[in-house]
């Protein structure tokens, strides 16, 4: 019998790790709908060693709301409030309904639903992709700054090559065991579940207008509440997608 999108975000959440990372059902979870990676189950585990098909989020919490883990003693959304008290055009309402929805992204970042395996080929910002998206100041862990170089890659290495050679020199790092498993740009998104990222002729959406990476590091409140809006709909829609494509084999 089909279950509820929210009985499958919670049946896929974390079990005993901050992150749907290193646990054995989110080794099953890769195996199992991955294939295109790799058909041997040990190319997903972590114990395997620095090699492996690491679980990495999509939609970060950090970049937006802040996190514990980056900012010791600071609340959750220590960036919202920065940018909440930076408007003071907020009524207190306003204010509350804010942070309601950011508890609301921040519960749904936590779940399979908001990871997709990568390549983990060594440890340092030269090689390893998930570090080069979430702490290169070109992407910020902004995944639409993200899949745009990586659109560039499929459709024209060469104008990745002249925009951002560092990234060009990254993805052929990653090129045997990563972006080469994926015939085209179009495969790439369809073997992903990365549909609701894209529209109909898989070009990338915004999350929200304007710069994702101003020199302050604060947002602007509209981007944020685009962002969160945008993060919440994809993530929901991504379970919903994975629900129809997998249910039957997984659930």
Not at 128 to 135: P, R
Not at 163 to 175: H, P, Q, S, V
Not at 189 to 213: P, Q, S
Request: one cysteine or more; glycine letters at 6%; a negative charge.
């Amino acid at each position: 019998m089909a279950i509820s999108m929210g009985e499958y975000l919670e049946k896929i959440m974390r079990e005993g790790s901050r992150r749907p990372d290193n646990t054995q059902k989110s080794v099953d979870f890769y195996f199992n709908h991955w294939k295109v990676l790799s058909k041997n189950k040990d190319d997903f585990e972590p114990s395997r060693g620095d090699k492996f098909y690491r679980g990495d989020c999509i939609l970060s919490v950090k970049t937006v709301l802040g996190n514990e883990g980056y900012q010791k003693d600071s609340p959750n959304n220590w960036r919202l409030m920065r940018s909440i008290e930076n408007d003071g055009s907020l009524t207190s309402d306003d204010t509350d309904k804010l942070i309601q929805k950011a508890e609301r992204y921040r519960y749904l970042f936590d779940t399979l639903a908001n990871f997709m395996p990568m390549w983990k080929l060594g440890g340092n910002n030269s090689t390893n992709l998930n570090m080069a998206k979430g702490n290169w100041r070109t992407y910020r862990d902004f995944p639409d700054l993200w899949l745009r170089d990586i659109m560039l890659w499929y459709n024209g290495p060469i104008g990745l090559e002249r925009k951002n050679m560092r990234a060009y020199e990254l993805f052929i790092a990653n090129k045997e065991n990563y972006f080469d498993r994926f015939g085209s740009w179009e495969e790439y998104i369809d073997n992903n579940y990365l549909g609701d990222f894209v529209n109909k002729d898989y070009e990338v959406l915004e999350l929200f207008e304007g710069d994702h990476c101003p020199r302050s590091g604060i947002l602007e409140l509209s981007q944020i509440e685009d962002f969160l809006d945008n993060g919440i709909r994809i993530i929901e829609a991504r379970a919903k997608r994975l629900v129809e494509r997998i249910a039957n084999s997984f659930i």
